[in-house]
């Protein structure tokens, strides 16, 4: 290789320059290991097996798909598995550089052949063959041939797939071809180019994210669920469990164009009061203090995080607006609620029985006080609404709830039975500790249905695990995803340059000193589900901590088990006679054969490509009617959420339109049928 003086001195300062980075990524590695050793679970020794996990953690990660490095690099890269141990008991941590020259290097390099694609002739004769394979071992391109026959054929494939998107009559496409394609390749191309350049000028940098990639595989060895925060990331994950947040109301995302469009305004937030925001405002640029966003070819997740960035008390936006006119807007943070973790009571009306139904999103808490209210308060409040309109039974809907905060959790679990154990937990120096209900009573004693499918997790499946137990609710759905430990954030040094680390300090048990991790909270009546087999539980993560069983010190005091033989067998036939679940059953079928484990191979032409997506698109649209004709089953609001909505015309419209969703709901039409035999057989009894 021949470096001119110029590009000499350029290589030089470049190293120079990842070499004085390099002394903050050794001092975050041992931070890290350090937080490990004290708080882990389980923490593991640093020595080859160490070196070899984290080794493939890492590369994996840094080119996820494969569109970027080669066999050569992999094998440059490989006697760092056995390497890693040694570098950081050593505090090298330039070992770091390569991966982020050679990541670098090869963007650069997929930009250049892109560009050399914008005066190529492309050919869609089919000469070439298009290879899926979702369950292929990784391969890494062979040579630069091979790389630059990936990025022609993907150009190609994207083309095509944006000519059928715009005309979706094969012959309209087949007569409009030649334009279409000379339209698009250059747009198309660009958008590539772009895409690359938002990891190449990301927020951090490339070093940046190659040394965060490498400090999450280093936890992810430990267990999946310990992960690496930079400061926006502890930010956004700290949202997502908050009942509220200091924020400008502001939610972007891309348009077809590649612009960073604004995509939802928060009612009542900052950016909400200003007044002229618009949803589809395109956004130029961002300026906080001296920090400055250009929003070309830069990522959501950029300016996602230059929003939440704590530093950023105000911003000046740049706004293109839709009839072509620059704005330009200023705003301040307030706090404001966090709508999707709001709680709202709605009820089921059944002949002459009332269903009471309550969707837990999160089990978010206030963060800013330790005895804060969040969504137990939440939930007790519209539960106290619900009664006073004569409920006959409850379902609380866990689908989708990834968990959150475990105070929470037990709080709930605790406003449903009298009193007694609800959980045990185990520290990494062995000790146990029984989490207890203290308080005499509870505030509903009616029959009660809890909803869950695969992606209820953690604190939600402390919450049925509980209620299970106890027999104080009937648990529907399908397995939930089998979390069972518990995690804590710390900072990596009081600078928040460091990091933090989300780290899992404990496993919890059932008050029986049974353990659902791996396995998941067993349904006591099954629904079928899409999602059925997608291997996405925690059994399926790398190093995800081992399901065991621990002898309880208190044995709780249990109802009487509801005989639930005959009302399943009910369920089951509904189920068999219901064209909805059967459609389910049919379309899980097609997901797994067709897109999760997809294998096929055909020659690249727009015939084939057009078949193909055809075939996408009708499972698609297959999944998204799977919705109850309109009127299956009435829900209606409380009366005190009538009187709150009755001044806003906005509110009242977004209301209705959720009520039509919730009526259209499969699963909670069946939920609801199974909890009136539920009420039926008690009130027999």
């Known amino acids: 290789m021949i470096f001119n003086i110029r590009s000499l001195a350029f290589f030089f300062i470049t190293i120079q320059a990842f070499g004085q980075n390099n002394s903050l990524f050794c001092k975050q590695i041992e931070a890290v290991n350090d937080m490990v050793n004290k708080h882990h679970y389980n923490p593991k020794p640093i020595d080859d097996d160490f070196s070899t996990a984290v080794y493939h953690l890492f590369i994996n990660k840094l080119d996820d798909r494969q569109v970027f490095l080669t066999q050569e690099d992999l094998q440059n890269f ?3 598995s056995l390497l890693l141990d040694d570098y950081i008991k050593n505090k090298e941590c330039n070992f770091i550089t390569k991966y982020t020259l050679t990541l670098e290097n090869r963007i650069i390099q997929s930009k250049s052949i892109l560009e050399n694609l914008k005066n190529q002739v492309l050919d ?39 000519i059928i998107e715009k005309d979706s009559i094969l012959l309209d496409a087949k007569a409009n071809f030649n334009a279409l394609e000379q339209e698009l390749k250059p747009k198309i191309i660009q958008q590539q180019i772009c895409v690359l350049d938002e990891l190449l000028n990301q927020n951090g940098g490339l070093d940046r994210y190659v040394k965060e990639i490498f400090l999450n595989a280093f936890l992810h060895y430990q267990d999946p669920n310990s992960t690496f925060f930079n400061a926006s990331e502890k930010t956004q994950f700290e949202t997502s469990v908050s009942n509220s947040q200091l924020s400008f109301g502001l939610f972007t995302g891309k348009n077809k164009k590649g612009e960073i469009i604004i995509t939802y305004i ?27 966003l250009e929003t070309y070819c830069v990522s959501n997740n950029d300016v996602m995080a230059f929003l939440n960035n704590s530093k950023h008390k105000t911003v000046s936006l740049e706004l293109k607006k839709q009839n072509g006119t620059i704005q330009k807007v200023k705003l301040t943070k307030i706090k404001s609620d966090v709508e999707t973790n709001n709680i709202t009571g709605y009820i089921i009306k059944n002949d002459e029985k009332n269903i009471g139904y309550i969707k837990i999103p999160r089990f978010y808490t206030d963060l800013e006080s330790p005895n804060g209210l969040g969504v137990a308060n939440d939930v007790a409040k519209e539960l106290y609404k619900l009664q006073k309109e004569s409920i006959n039974g409850l379902i609380i809907d866990l689908r989708f709830n990834s968990g959150g905060a475990m105070k929470e959790a037990i709080d709930l679990s605790g406003m449903f039975i009298n009193r007694g154990p609800l959980a045990i937990l185990k520290y990494n120096n062995g000790e146990r500790f029984t989490i207890k209900d203290s308080q005499r009573g509870s505030m509903f004693n009616k029959p009660m249905l809890i909803l869950i499918n695969g992606y209820s997790a953690s604190a939600s499946e402390f919450f049925a695990g509980a209620m299970q137990d106890y027999n104080r609710a009937v648990i529907v759905g ?47 009546i099954k629904l079928p589900s899409v999602y059925d087999n997608f291997d996405s539980g925690e059994k399926n993560m790398p190093y995800s901590l081992v399901n065991d069983t621990i002898n309880p010190q208190l044995k709780p005091l249990v109802l009487k088990k509801i005989p639930l033989k005959n009302i399943a067998n009910k369920s089951y036939l509904r189920q068999k006679q219901d064209s909805s679940f059967l ?3 049919s379309l899980n079928t097609s997901i797994l054969n067709k897109l999760i484990h997809k294998k096929k191979q055909y020659p690249l032409t727009l015939n084939n490509v057009y078949d193909d997506f055809n075939e996408f698109k009708t499972i698609w649209n297959a999944f998204n009617s799977l919705k109850l004709d309109e009127g299956a089953f009435i829900i209606t609001n409380t009366n005190s959420t009538n009187e709150i909505i009755s001044y806003n015309d906005e509110n009242k419209q977004q209301n209705q339109d959720h009520l039509t969703r919730l009526s259209k709901d499969i699963y909670i039409n069946e939920a609801q049928q199974i909890l009136i035999d539920i009420i039926n057989l008690t009130n027999n009894n």
């Open 78 to 80: 490989g006697k760092d």
């Open 124 to 162: 869609y004769t089919g000469k070439d063959t298009l290879y899926f394979d979702a369950d292929r071992k990784v391969k890494y391109f062979k040579s630069e041939a091979h790389q630059k026959r990936y990025w022609n054929k993907r150009l190609r494939y994207e083309i095509i797939t944006d």
């Open 266 to 292: 928060q009612p009542g937030s900052s950016a909400f009061k200003h007044g002229t925001l618009e949803v589809n405002d395109v956004v130029k640029s961002l300026e906080s203090n001296s920090d400055i």
């Open 478 to 524: 399908s397995h939930s995803y089998g979390k069972a430990t518990a995690q804590i954030i710390l900072p990596l040094n009081d600078d928040s340059s460091y990091g933090f680390v989300k780290l899992t300090v404990e496993k919890f048990y059932r008050a029986t000193g049974k353990s659902h991790q791996q396995e998941g909270i067993k349904p006591d």
């Open 583 to 585: 459609k389910i059953k």
